[in-house]
């Protein structure tokens, strides 16, 4: 049990933290950095994974059928656009905003197992929490959107580097994509809770629940690569931006997006042995974890970064604390939950 909030709380940091650099990378725009970040972290660190954990894995993806890693690949490309979406964001309305909004949001639908699986738990305490829980999250979504606000008229709005921002009303935009990647992103932990032909056929090859797991996100997460790769690379040669690859600067740039590909593969692959070592119910156990890390660390970082003063700290602080308080709803859910399914 340690081990598994151990890892969640690991994948929460990683993939808090993962995109922090890209403000200090000022010879490459969006859409470069992106690039690397799809290659290294979506498609070549997946298959990596895949090759390292899944026991005889070509013969698990024969047995599997191509239609279903067919439709695995089409989810994930479509699960994918929430990584540039959110990638968009973070440059626009900052780190701690972006990365409250998407976790918020996407924790109301990545509880859905909880309804959707065990539909008699809504007439019980378990039912009750997650509903309150759900509308809590909403409420603190809401104070953030505010907060975020505030400070963007305290300091008088920050020039994105953002191509997407040219077109005028960052904050707007930045909120809206930060809040639709946090549903769509939601689809990796419903893979994972939900029983699939992934899981079963990876299982009977003498994987563990690790490599099961890693055996339905290698797919997953290459269908994203395609995704995100198609519209970096759509907006590299909408703004001529390819020839920064080639620039002063490039190598810095080169190496710390790898890292953040690193730290990206990292915070997922934590979050799957996490979901792993906590068993049937770890997957909403480990995004309530995953969740409240997450708004943690960039909310510190974003403090660290003296981005936030004022009303708007006060609100923000506020709205990071009803999200917290959420979480914790949520996780007394889960326990009482627990409790139904262990009575006879």
């Avoid at 077109?167 to 946090?182: H, L, Q, T, Y």
């Avoid at 797919?219 to 620039?247: D, I």
Wanted: charged residues 10%; contains cysteine; aromatic residues 10%.
């Amino acid at each position: 049990m340690l081990l598994g909030l151990s890892l969640a709380l690991l994948s929460g940091i990683c993939l808090a933290i993962f995109l922090a650099p890209m403000r200090i990378l000022q010879a490459w725009e969006w859409e470069n950095i992106w690039v690397v970040l799809s290659v290294v972290g979506r498609l070549l660190g997946p298959v990596a994974l895949a090759v390292c954990f899944v026991p005889h894995a070509y013969d698990v993806y024969r047995n599997i059928g191509a239609g279903i890693l067919l439709l695995t690949l089409i989810i994930g490309a479509i699960a994918g656009t929430s990584g540039f979406l959110y990638g968009l964001a973070v440059p626009a309305i900052g780190l701690g905003l972006s990365t409250a909004l998407n976790v918020g949001s996407s924790m109301a639908v990545a509880l859905l197992p909880l309804v959707m699986l065990h539909g008699e738990t809504v007439g019980r305490w378990s039912g009750r929490l997650t509903i309150i829980g759900i509308v809590v999250t909403v409420g603190g979504i809401s104070l953030c959107a505010k907060g975020g606000s505030l400070r963007e008229r305290e300091s008088s709005g920050t020039v994105s580097r953002v191509a997407l921002w040219r077109g005028g009303r960052p904050f707007v935009k930045g909120v809206a994509f930060s809040i639709v990647a946090g549903v769509i992103s939601s689809g990796m932990n419903l893979g994972l809770a939900f029983p699939s032909r992934i899981l079963e056929v990876s299982r009977k090859f003498g994987s563990s629940e690790f490599g099961a797991a890693v055996a339905f996100l290698a797919p997953y997460l290459v269908g994203g690569f395609f995704s995100n790769f198609l519209y970096a690379a759509y907006v590299m040669r909408r703004h001529h931006t390819f020839g920064r690859f080639w620039g002063p600067g490039s190598v810095r740039c080169a190496l710390w997006s790898v890292l953040m590909a690193i730290l990206f593969v990292l915070g997922i692959s934590s979050y799957a042995a996490s979901v792993a070592a906590l068993g049937s119910f770890g997957a909403i156990v480990a995004w309530g974890i995953f969740a409240a890390a997450s708004i943690l660390t960039s909310a510190v970082w974003d403090v660290l970064q003296k981005e936030w003063s004022g009303r708007a700290a006060q609100t923000m602080a506020l709205g990071v604390g009803i999200l917290l308080a959420a979480i914790i709803i949520l996780g007394v859910a889960q326990h009482f939950h627990g409790l139904d399914n262990s009575r006879p």
